[in-house]
């Protein structure tokens, strides 16, 4: 059996991500599939693959598990309003 794997360089929260609670400026998200992203490093945060960044964030934790990753990620600058 195959599993989905990849490497992103960018994240797409499609509006799913969840605060942290007891954390200033952390949120979560839910992802399908196996993703890899750059630990402790800054990269672009977008709501969708179609549109602009809404700014930049630095992951903090991955989780796999069931298929699915969890990302836990620390929101750096904000270009725009949520």
Request: proline share 2%; hydrophobic share 35%.
């Amino acid at each position: 059996m195959t599993v989905p794997f990849s490497i992103e360089w960018k994240l797409v929260t499609g509006g799913k991500e969840q605060r942290v609670q007891d954390k200033e400026n952390f949120f979560s998200i839910v992802l399908d599939g196996y993703q890899l992203f750059p630990m402790e490093e800054r990269i672009e945060i977008q709501r969708s693959q179609s549109t602009d960044q809404i700014g930049f964030g630095k992951v903090v934790e991955l989780t796999w598990k069931n298929n699915q990753t969890i990302c836990t990620y620390q929101l750096l600058s904000l270009h725009s309003v949520n």
